[in-house]
């Protein structure tokens, strides 16, 4: 059981990056997904979920219409296309899925039990 996560860098304030997680090892359709961050000396946070089959999504208010979510089942890949990046956005991004059911996001940090490595993102002012 694994995930991989990858695409993050340094960029400057308004600018953008996707960072990409594949997935291996378990059954990928079956989990909900979603990405955190932690930045340093800070907890670990939510940044956002999606539904097993993708058509539900949920975010937290600081990325609101800033980042969106994905995936794409065929490939085992989850996604977060990040725009208008912001200096206090720099953190390590954090991939991680739980088995669900259909049309189930997830917030909570303790619920998720397969973690990816992060994938550092830089926003320079």
């Known amino acids: 059981v694994q995930l991989q996560a990858s695409g993050g860098g340094l960029v400057q304030a308004g600018g953008s990056l996707r960072l990409s997680c594949e997935a291996s090892g378990f059954s990928f359709d079956d989990y909900v997904l979603a990405w955190f961050r932690q930045a340093p000396g800070k907890e670990r946070e939510f940044v956002a979920s999606?539904?097993?089959?993708?058509?539900?999504?949920d975010y937290a208010d600081f990325v609101k219409r800033r980042f969106t979510i994905s995936r794409d089942n065929a490939k085992n890949t989850v996604n977060l296309q990040m725009n208008s990046l912001k200096p206090e956005d720099t953190a390590l991004y954090y991939c991680?899925?739980?088995?669900?059911?259909?049309?189930?996001?997830?917030?909570?940090?303790?619920?998720?039990?397969?973690w990816g490595r992060g994938t550092l993102v830089t926003v320079s002012s």
């Open positions: 991680a899925a739980r088995q669900g059911v259909t049309g189930q996001t997830i917030k909570s940090i303790d619920r998720y039990d397969v």
């Open positions: 999606i539904s097993r089959v993708g058509t539900v999504r």
